[in-house]
């Protein structure tokens, strides 16, 4: 007679944090949820108040308070077009191979599920890629600061993000996309971010036109330590920039965050020695510009790319993008035609590109395997060459086939649409300011200066707010003005 079979082991009980609930749903995963709330903070908070304070101290003294309130407007504003209709044109299901279709993201049957990847609700994908959208807007605003009709900057955010930035991130970063479905390895922004915001900004800056021509020739920053504190957030705020990108803590976001701070530091250095070299000043401007090129240029590689890489990329987005503002630009009449206020064409869409390309050449199977989570289909050309097998040459030339045709796609895109919504916004308001209002700038824009603080402690009556009660105060002068008490 046979004996029994043994029991069964005994089940041991989850922990109590690993119990699903209906606010801690099975799909869920808190770490990864935590870390993408965390990063989209990060991301945010290079925008506000990074950027802001960057560019209030970037610019001449009479144009602090309007370059600074065109990024916060900015980033109020695509918030609201996102939740209402952006993110489900960028990310929702497909319209077309470019666009998906219109939709809210408000409701909390669906804000609550599952997001289209990663192990987290769509609340925090819908936040986790708003930061991203508006800090496009923000970059663009770089380029035409000093001169652009505020009303028409409002009619501008709502309407590039609608027919510009949308078309770019379906096509880049949904999962129905066609350039994503082609292969395009884009990790965090060179093409969707970067390049769209550097070809749109001087875009936008053709049509607006000039600053002042004394403006253009002298456009001292109003107070570099300031500027450099924006840059300080935008530099540390890149941890989540490219760090949220796998959308999960995983060993990959940890390669990215570490290749990005390396690639940053190395671009700095190399522009700092080249401004040396060359000019026999190490300007604090310079680096600046160097560190923002060296993080644009590494976002598009950031986690798919080893450690030598980076430094290498570095090396080429300290440099190249030095030449072409240092060199081409001061010798071209045609790129002088256009002001371009923060030179993003420049920082932006050439330190983009040459991410994009970069990514083409240095992309590791195995890392672009880790973050997208497909064997043998994305490939640098180094790497198919090293492989050295028929297949992999073929998919390293392919790889670099579709990087470069993604930055022309970029390109038409942005000169289109940038274009069309330049000239539909000029039917009912100018984009630039009168040359009387920008001989003032700030008081005429709105009312108000950034530093307004005089002799023995009195201010100056030009704002329509008092900075020490909510009440609106009647001017004695009237015209607007208030006196403060």
Request: a neutral charge; glycine letters at 10%.
């Amino acid at each position: 007679m046979s004996s029994p079979p043994p029991p069964p082991p005994a089940l041991v009980p989850l922990p109590s944090n690993l119990i699903p609930t209906d606010w801690s749903p099975e799909w869920m995963n808190k770490a990864d949820n935590a870390w993408q709330l965390t990063a989209a903070t990060l991301v945010g908070l290079q925008s506000v108040p990074g950027l802001i304070i960057l560019y209030g101290g970037a610019v001449k003294k009479k144009w602090a308070v309007n370059s600074a309130f065109m990024a916060l407007y900015a980033f109020a504003m695509v918030l609201v077009c996102w939740v209402l209709w952006g993110y489900r044109l960028s990310f929702g299901d497909k319209l077309i191979p470019i666009w998906g279709r219109i939709d809210a993201a408000v409701m909390q049957k669906y804000l609550l599920e599952k997001a289209f990847l990663g192990m987290f609700p769509n609340a925090t994908m819908v936040f986790f890629q708003f930061v991203f959208a508006a800090i496009t807007l923000i970059l663009i605003a770089g380029a035409v600061l000093g001169r652009m009709n505020f009303y028409a900057w409002m009619l501008f955010v709502p309407l590039w993000l609608t027919f510009s930035y949308t078309f770019g991130a379906f096509t880049i970063w949904s999962t129905n996309g066609w350039l994503s479905l082609m292969g395009i390895i884009d990790y965090s922004g060179g093409y969707v971010i970067h390049l769209s915001s550097g070809v749109a900004g001087f875009t936008a800056a053709f049509w607006v036109g000039p600053r002042l021509t004394k403006d253009r020739e002298r456009f001292p920053p109003n107070n570099i330590i300031l500027m450099l504190a924006g840059a300080g957030l935008l530099w540390m705020g890149w941890t989540g920039f490219n760090g949220g990108d796998p959308y999960s803590a995983s060993v990959d976001a940890s390669l990215a965050v570490l290749n990005t701070h390396v690639c940053a530091a190395t671009s700095l250095l190399t522009w700092l020695i080249l401004d040396v070299v060359f000019f026999k000043k190490a300007s604090v401007i310079g680096a600046v510009q160097g560190m923002i090129t060296g993080l644009v240029c590494i976002t598009p590689a950031a986690g798919v790319v080893q450690g030598y890489s980076a430094i290498l990329m570095g090396l080429c987005s300290g440099s190249i993008p030095w030449f072409t503002m240092m060199v081409v630009h001061k010798r071209s009449k045609l790129l002088q035609q256009v002001d371009d206020t923060m030179a993003v064409l420049h920082t932006h869409a050439i330190a983009g590109s040459l991410g994009g390309i970069l990514t083409g050449l240095f992309s590791e199977p195995h890392l672009c395997y880790l973050f997208y989570g497909y064997p043998a289909k994305y490939m640098g050309l180094f790497a198919g060459l090293h492989h050295g097998h028929k297949q992999s040459i073929r998919y390293g030339v392919r790889q670099m086939g579709v990087q470069l045709l993604g930055i022309l796609f970029v390109i038409v895109l942005n000169v289109v649409m940038t274009s069309l919504v330049c000239l539909f916004i000029q039917l009912f308001v100018p984009l630039r300011m009168s040359d009387e209002d920008m001989e003032i700038g700030d008081e005429a824009a709105h009312g108000e200066e950034a530093y307004a603080i005089w002799g023995q402690g009195e201010r100056l009556e030009n704002s329509r707010y008092s900075n020490y009660n909510d009440i609106e105060v009647p001017s004695k002068a009237g015209g607007g003005s208030v006196e403060l008490t």
